[in-house]
């Protein structure tokens, strides 16, 4: 009986001192994103994950796609002159651990601070170069306050793969990524719907197996496509006849392959049928891409 009030006292007293200080610690984990967060003296009970303002669950995402963290109603800041003054630091790391990019503070241009009620705080992140698409990261924000001792971290564990409606053949050569940027929303299209009047890249980075001439290669890069009714919409030979002579340095060729094309009109049988295939003059080196598309 003794030592049961023993124990019941030390809880007490252990209840006591932690009350009577400025002192809180919260965790939380989303069992189905995976998203955990850890806070000393600053609190939030909404974070959660989200792809063009539609909330998400998710942890895998498409290469080029966009995700936000949103952080709403963050509390527990010093108040200076009725603005409180957050910082923000993201950090993304690979599978090993190692730190591919760093962002050191989101809102450094805040100099005087915010006076938002609620305080809604976000960080977003494009799963492009340097990540690479069937790579594992991890990405870290750590919340500050540049006035008082609070932190809040959130951590993130997130896969990133190829678009599936993207068809990559491959006959001696390698490459990194292959996607479709629209120039009009300046972003990488994961869904492979396009506007008419827009520039629609078809791109591919990290081409390496043609052979070299004197830091030169010579490709050819032909781009053919149809609607679904068979109705020819593109068709190029060799958009790269032009190089026959002089060749394309092989840093410029390496870093980056496109041709681009616009729909005009109102109109279309859908879906495009997109064919680009480039090809080594000097070699039997080849990368044949095939992807629908379409138009809304």
């Not at 009986?1 to 610690?25: E, H, Q």
């Not at 599978?95 to 009620?117: C, F, I, P, Q, V």
């Amino acid at each position: 009986m003794k030592n049961k009030l023993r124990i019941i006292f030390f809880i007490l007293l252990a209840t006591v001192v932690f009350t009577g200080c400025k002192f809180s610690r919260s965790t939380g984990k989303d069992l189905i994103s995976g998203l955990t967060t850890a806070g000393k003296d600053l609190s939030c009970n909404n974070v959660y994950i989200a792809v063009d303002n539609d909330e998400t669950k998710r942890n895998t995402f498409i290469y080029g796609e966009t995700f936000v963290i949103f952080f709403n109603d963050i509390t527990g800041f010093a108040i200076e002159n009725g603005n409180v003054f957050p910082g923000m630091e993201i950090i993304i790391r690979e599978k090993d651990g190692d730190t591919l990019m760093r962002a050191d503070d989101l809102y450094e241009g805040y100099t005087e601070g915010m006076n938002y009620s609620p305080l809604k705080l976000s960080a977003d992140l494009t799963v492009a170069s340097p990540l690479r698409s069937k790579g594992k990261y991890t990405m870290i924000v750590n919340i500050s306050d540049k006035k008082g001792d609070g932190t809040f971290t959130t951590s993130f564990d997130f896969n990133v793969i190829e678009n599936e409606n993207i068809k990559v053949k491959p006959s001696n050569v390698t490459c990194d990524e292959v996607y479709i940027f629209s120039q009009g929303k300046n972003k990488v299209i994961t869904d492979n719907k396009i506007d008419f009047e827009d520039n629609i890249y078809v791109i591919i980075e990290g081409l390496t197996g043609f052979k070299k001439e004197n830091g030169y290669v010579f490709p050819g890069l032909e781009m053919k496509a149809v609607d679904a009714r068979n109705n020819l919409v593109l068709d190029y030979d060799d958009l790269f006849a032009g190089y026959n002579e002089t060749g394309i340095a092989i840093s410029d060729f390496t870093s980056r392959v496109s041709a681009h094309f616009k729909i005009t009109g109102t109109f279309f049988n859908n879906p495009l049928h997109c064919e680009l295939k480039v090809w080594d003059k000097k070699s039997n080196a080849s990368i044949m891409v095939t992807t629908d598309m379409n138009l809304k």
